[in-house]
């Protein structure tokens, strides 16, 4: 298995959708980073589901020069069921005038999601548009 860029691949809601349902199925834990500390709607909801919070500069796809709250979340049907409200993570479009990274309704804050081993399936940096997933997810 390898990581492959999957940028401007979830730009289509369908995508997104059939996406999570393949990360539903082999989820165990997701990390969620407040990348914008005013974006706390996910974690206030999964309260119950946290599972460590930890201060990071560096986290799947990002090393920043300041440190942000990062949630190790359980994995579960609601926390599913609420992402699928989404639109998508961020898109992220090439156009002849350069890159365009357009947010959604899902905020910056940057999110991974990792299988039993500690392997991450997938993960973001949100506001940049970027999306990384795991060759085998569609597996």
Same mark, same amino acid.
């Given at each position: 298995?390898?990581?492959?860029?999957?940028?401007?691949? @979830?730009?289509?809601?369908?995508?997104?959708l059939?996406?999570?349902?393949?990360?539903?199925?082999?989820?165990?834990?997701?990390?969620?980073? @407040?990348?914008?500390?005013?974006e706390?709607?996910?974690?206030?909801?999964?309260?119950?589901?946290?599972?460590?919070?930890?201060?990071?500069?560096?986290?799947?796809?990002?090393?920043?020069?300041?440190?942000?709250?990062? !949630?190790?979340?359980?994995?579960?049907?609601?926390? $599913?069921?609420? @992402?699928?409200?989404?639109?998508?993570f961020?898109? !992220?479009?090439?156009?002849?005038?350069?890159?365009?990274?357009?947010?959604?309704? $899902?905020?910056?804050?940057?999110?991974?999601?990792?299988?039993?081993?500690?392997?991450?399936?997938?993960?973001?940096?949100?506001?940049?548009?970027?999306?990384?997933?795991?060759?085998?997810?569609f597996?």
């Open positions: 298995m390898k990581l492959v860029d999957y940028t401007g691949k @979830l730009n289509d809601h369908n995508e997104y059939r996406t999570i349902k393949q990360l539903e199925n082999k989820c165990k834990y997701i990390e969620y980073v @407040l990348v914008n500390e005013d706390t709607e996910f974690i206030e909801n999964f309260e119950g589901f946290v599972i460590s919070l930890e201060l990071k500069n560096k986290w799947w796809g990002t090393k920043s020069s300041q440190k942000n709250k990062v !949630y190790k979340i359980k994995s579960s049907n609601e926390v $599913f069921k609420y @992402l699928k409200q989404f639109e998508t961020c898109k !992220y479009i090439i156009s002849n005038n350069g890159d365009i990274v357009e947010d959604t309704d $899902f905020g910056i804050n940057d999110i991974a999601f990792f299988d039993d081993k500690e392997i991450p399936l997938l993960f973001t940096t949100t506001h940049e548009g970027y999306i990384t997933i795991r060759d085998d997810l597996r």
